[in-house]
């Protein structure tokens, strides 16, 4: 069966908090979080292998915690620190430990954050005790309709996983020999920042890469977006070019840019991927539309990370389009994307008024419930300035 990228949304998520400026309680002056911070914790188990269910949303693995006795959406985000609700820390009153300017992968609009220690979060028979976490209500619309919160890497880190998002089950346990079953395909080291998050060195088109092995990014491959560079080393037709908004984090979309979709072979930890397809972007990732092609397992004690091939996926890869993508902006569908080389009728900032006579009430219905992924042709309703315009798409095949 062929694997194809679906390009309607076209916006890559974001979770990750990697950078972080730390100011202690009450004081003016910026100071360093201490690495205790992110070790604190404890975990106890019921069981010697513990079975997680998850749901994959929009390409992310999301499942369901207990907090103080209600049930909550956790995204599982390697590349992001534990967020929990800023109501379990009002219902808690969890004492703060320190304030910080909180970051998404966008860097411009940090925001003050309370870090507080969390006594107990369950997932089954699972509880983490006693964790570090930042307290925040997430507040991005489109966020808030895939998660609730997050399991991020300093949570992880406490015990070996075992993920396999084809049957939407994560395995756990204290020892990795328990998890292991099967022969490995590729094995990648990877180091770690200071909330855990682990990174592969790598390597596209000759530029050494640091991958971020990040969960909560719904794409395959990110690079930072040197636009130049990746289409002068590019094959013409491996290669398309995007315009406008590429990518969302916690805080919203990023802003307006010209970037780039490429396919091309990746190295990871001297291990080849021919034909893969990567996107241009705040930095170098690998996320969870790659790893849903195989069982992953993951060591955090040993610095380790295994992959299994998945017998259900293969590795040819192309993207199909109608040559746009859409988002909600003050409550109104907007085109906020297009690929130049799809020669699109439309043009960002359209308001997108219905599609298929279908009109779409909020960002919700659109991302859970849109049936474009299924049609090869769709009619198009928008409003450009006081005219209402109305447009046949057909899709397209890309970097096939």
């Known amino acids: 069966m062929k694997k194809t990228i679906i390009l309607l949304l076209g916006i890559v998520l974001f979770s990750a908090c990697d950078s972080l400026q730390i100011f202690p309680k009450n004081s003016k002056g910026i100071d360093k979080i201490p690495n205790e911070f992110f070790e604190l914790g404890e975990v106890k188990m019921k069981n010697q292998i513990e079975t997680i269910d998850f749901e994959m949303v929009n390409k992310l693995p999301v499942c369901q915690v207990e907090i103080n006795g209600k049930n909550y959406r956790f995204l599982i985000d390697t590349g992001a620190l534990t967020i929990i609700p800023r109501e379990v820390f009002d219902e808690l009153e969890l004492a703060v430990r320190y304030r910080g300017m909180f970051n998404d992968f966008n860097n411009e609009q940090p925001q003050v954050k309370d870090f507080v220690i969390l006594p107990s979060l369950k997932i089954n028979n699972l509880e983490f005790k006693n964790i570090g976490a930042v307290a925040f209500t997430i507040e991005n619309d489109l966020m808030k309709c895939l998660y609730d919160g997050i399991i991020g890497a ?62 909560g990014y719904n794409g395959r491959f990110s690079v930072p977006n040197e636009y130049a560079f990746y289409k002068e080393n590019s094959a013409e037709n491996q290669f398309i070019t995007t315009t406008g908004v590429q990518a969302v984090g916690l805080y919203g979309p990023s802003n307006t840019v010209k970037s780039f979709v490429l396919k091309a072979e990746v190295e990871v930890a001297e291990m080849t991927f021919p034909d893969e397809l990567i996107s241009g972007g705040n930095g170098a990732f690998m996320g969870s539309e790659f790893l849903a092609d195989y069982i992953y397992l993951m060591n955090w004690e040993d610095q380790v990370i295994y992959l299994k091939k998945n017998k259900k996926s293969t590795q040819n890869l192309k993207i199909e389009s109608f040559g746009y993508g859409s988002l909600f902006v003050n409550g109104k569908l907007q085109v906020v994307k297009i690929i130049e080389e799809a020669n699109s009728p439309l043009k960002i900032g359209d308001e997108i008024q219905s599609i298929n006579n279908h009109v779409y009430a909020d960002v919700c219905a659109y991302v859970l419930d849109n049936q474009e992924r299924e049609l090869d042709e769709i009619e198009l309703q928008i409003k450009r300035g006081k005219q209402v315009l109305n447009f046949t798409l057909y899709k397209e095949e890309f970097l096939d």
């Open 154 to 215: 300093n949570m992880l880190a406490k015990l070996k996983w075992k993920f396999d998002y084809s049957n939407k089950k994560a395995y756990a346990s204290k020892s990795m020999e328990d998890l292991i079953e099967e022969q490995i395909d590729y094995s990648f080291p990877f180091t770690t920042n200071r909330q855990k998050s682990p990174y592969i060195k790598g390597k596209i088109l000759g530029k050494s890469l640091n991958f971020l092995f990040d969960t």
